[in-house]
């Protein structure tokens, strides 16, 4: 395939430059659970399920777990970087 482009263009022929892009197939043998979840996300938010009352409860829900998951972590983070000592930056010069 030989296309010739601006950097940052694809030019498609014949669709074979978006299938590689994309390659569905080789995302679905590789994790076909994930595929499965996106497309019932996508189908959730195309359905207008976005807005509803149900989808504030589980996006709430899901920010609270991925908080408690990530709390842990941030906090070893926050602890090390207050608690290390600073290395001495400044060098005194002989002038």
Request: aromatic letters at 6%.
């Amino acid at each position: 395939m030989d296309t010739e482009s601006k950097p940052g263009m694809a030019v498609v022929v014949d669709g074979s430059v978006l299938r590689e892009t994309f390659d569905i197939k080789g995302r679905l043998k590789r994790n076909p659970y994930g595929m499965v979840a996106g497309a019932l996300g996508i189908g959730f938010a195309l359905g207008g399920g976005l807005f509803t009352r149900v989808a504030s409860r589980i996006l709430g829900t899901g920010l609270r777990i991925g908080l408690m998951a990530a709390l842990p972590i941030l906090q070893k983070q926050i602890i090390d970087t207050f608690t290390k000592p600073k290395p001495d930056t400044t060098r005194e010069t002989d002038q």
